[in-house]
C-alpha cells in the first residue's frame, strides 16, 4: 500500500484529518470463480493549504492493472463539437495546424480537430507494456499515468503539436505536476494543452461516496484544477464548465506563461469536504437503514456493476442487504462482483419475479431511460426502482439528501 505523504497538487504536508474507508475490494476484479478478491486501504484527505482533495492510502498502480481485456470505461463527448471549434477558431494566433492525443478519451476530439482540418497524431502510452504485465494484465490508465512523465515522454517521442489533448487522465496520475511538465514537452513554441477533469463539487456537497475510486487520485474542483494549472508553470487561457447531471466536466486550455498562484485555500473552501469527512458515518447508516428495510420487504437488486456501483455496495457495508447483482453486458454476466461470491445475470432474469422490492440503479442518466422500460414489468408489480446517486436531481432517489 502507498501512503502519500505530501500534497500532489503544491507537495505541502498532508496533515489534515482523512477519511478511512478501510479495506475494499479492488473494483476491476471480476472473476469466474469463487477466488478471493485483492482488498486495498483507499483514505482520502485535503490538502491544508491548497484543499485538493486526494487520495492518501493508494493501491499501487501493479494492483489496479485490470485482468480482463475488456475493461474500459466512457466518458461524455456531447460537448467536444464545442471544444474543437474553440481550439479551432482562435482569432489571436495562427490556426492550429497538428494536434496530439495521449489517452484513450482523447480520440473524439481528435477526430472533431481532424475534420476541422487538423492533422492528428495519437501517442501510445501503453507501448512494449501491451498486452499483459507478467502475462496476468491488460494494461490501461494506471499504466498510462505513470509514463506520463518527462522522462518517459522525451524517449516515446520527438514530435511537438500545436494542441495537445489530454481527456479524464490527469485525476489518475500520482505525480499530476510531473504529468503536466511531461504534456508541456509536447507543445509548440505556441502551443496550448488541453485537459479535461470530472468535477468533484457536486458529489462532494450531496455527500455520494460512490464516487471514489481506487484509480483516481486526485478529486478536483475549478479552483485546485486552476491551482494545479499554476504548479506546473501554466496559466489558463480559457476554462469551460460543461454541466453533467453527476458531474460537470472542467475543460482548461492552458498555455505557458507567467502565472499568478491562487494562494491558500479559505476556510470556506475546506468547509466542503470537511462536511463529507465528517458526515460519512451517519450516512452510512442511513443508507444501511434505508436498504434494510427494502430487504426486509423483498429481495432488493443492483442494477449496473461499475466501479461506483461496487463503491457503494462495498464502502457502505451494503453486502448483507442485496441480493441480486444485474448488468446487461454480456462480458460480465456470470462473473462474480469484487468482494462477493455472487454471480452477474441479465435485467431478463429478474423482470419476471415476484419477490423483488426494489431495484437500485447505478447507471448513468441518459441509460436511465432505457433500463426503466426493461424493469417496467417490475414497477407495475410494486417494485421500487431508485437511483443510488446522492445528487441526481428531478426524481426520488434511494436516500434523500441529509
Known amino acids: 500500500m502507498d501512503i502519500v505523504k505530501a500534497c500532489v497538487s503544491c507537495h505541502h504536508p498532508l496533515t489534515a484529518p482523512t477519511l478511512d474507508l478501510g479495506d475494499l475490494p479492488l473494483c476491476n476484479r ?3 470463480r469463487n477466488a478471493v478478491t485483492p482488498t486495498h486501504k483507499l ?3 485535503d490538502c491544508p493549504s491548497c484543499g485538493l482533495v486526494q487520495a492518501v492510502e493508494v493501491a499501487p498502480v501493479d494492483a489496479i492493472v485490470p485482468r480482463l481485456p475488456w475493461i474500459r470505461y466512457n466518458e461524455p463527448e456531447g460537448h467536444l463539437d464545442k471544444v474543437a471549434q474553440t481550439l479551432m477558431l ?8 497538428t494536434a496530439l492525443g495521449v489517452g484513450p478519451f ?8 481532424q475534420n476541422l482540418g487538423c492533422e492528428v497524431e495519437r501517442l501510445n502510452l501503453i507501448g512494449d507494456a501491451a498486452p499483459g504485465v507478467g502475462g496476468v494484465g491488460y494494461p490501461y490508465l494506471e499504466t498510462m499515468q505513470a509514463r506520463l512523465r518527462p522522462e518517459f515522454i522525451g524517449q516515446a517521442t520527438s514530435s511537438l503539436a500545436d494542441i495537445v489533448v489530454c481527456r479524464y487522465l490527469i485525476e489518475h496520475s500520482h505525480e499530476p505536476v510531473a504529468s503536466l511538465a511531461a504534456l508541456t514537452q509536447l507543445l509548440e513554441p505556441n502551443g496550448v494543452l488541453l485537459i479535461e477533469v470530472p468535477d468533484s463539487e457536486k458529489f462532494l456537497r450531496a455527500l455520494d461516496y460512490c464516487f471514489l475510486w481506487e484509480e483516481h487520485i486526485s478529486y478536483f474542483v475549478e479552483r485546485t484544477a486552476k491551482a494545479l494549472a499554476a504548479q506546473a508553470g501554466l496559466r489558463v487561457e480559457r476554462f469551460h464548465r460543461f454541466e453533467g447531471q453527476l458531474e460537470d466536466a472542467l475543460v482548461l486550455i492552458l498555455r505557458r506563461g507567467e502565472v499568478e498562484p491562487l494562494g491558500t485555500a479559505s476556510p470556506e473552501d475546506r468547509e466542503v469536504f470537511k462536511r463529507y469527512r465528517t458526515s460519512f458515518a451517519s450516512r452510512r447508516e442511513a443508507y444501511r437503514s434505508r436498504v434494510a428495510s427494502l430487504a426486509a420487504k423483498g429481495k432488493v437488486a443492483l442494477i449496473g456493476m461499475g466501479h461506483q456501483s461496487i463503491m457503494f455496495l462495498s464502502a457502505l457495508g451494503l453486502h448483507p442487504y442485496i441480493s441480486l447483482f444485474v448488468d446487461d453486458s454480456p462480458q460480465k454476466q456470470g462473473l462474480r462482483v469484487p468482494g462477493t461470491t455472487t454471480a452477474i445475470i441479465p435485467s431478463a432474469d429478474i ?4 419477490d423483488i422490492s426494489a431495484c437500485l440503479l447505478a447507471i448513468s442518466p ?3 431511460i432505457t433500463v426503466r422500460a426493461k424493469l417496467k414489468p417490475l414497477s407495475k408489480k410494486g417494485t421500487e426502482i431508485l437511483p443510488i446517486y ?3 436531481e428531478g426524481k426520488k432517489r434511494l436516500l434523500e439528501a441529509l
Open 43 to 45: 483514505s482520502v484527505s
Open 351 to 354: 423482470v419476471g419475479r415476484s
Open 106 to 113: 482523447d480520440e473524439p476530439l481528435l477526430a472533431r480537430l
Open 390 to 392: 446522492a445528487g441526481i
Open 366 to 368: 441518459r441509460a436511465e
Open 90 to 97: 482562435r482569432s489571436d494566433r495562427n490556426t492550429p495546424k
Open 30 to 32: 471480476f472473476t469466474d
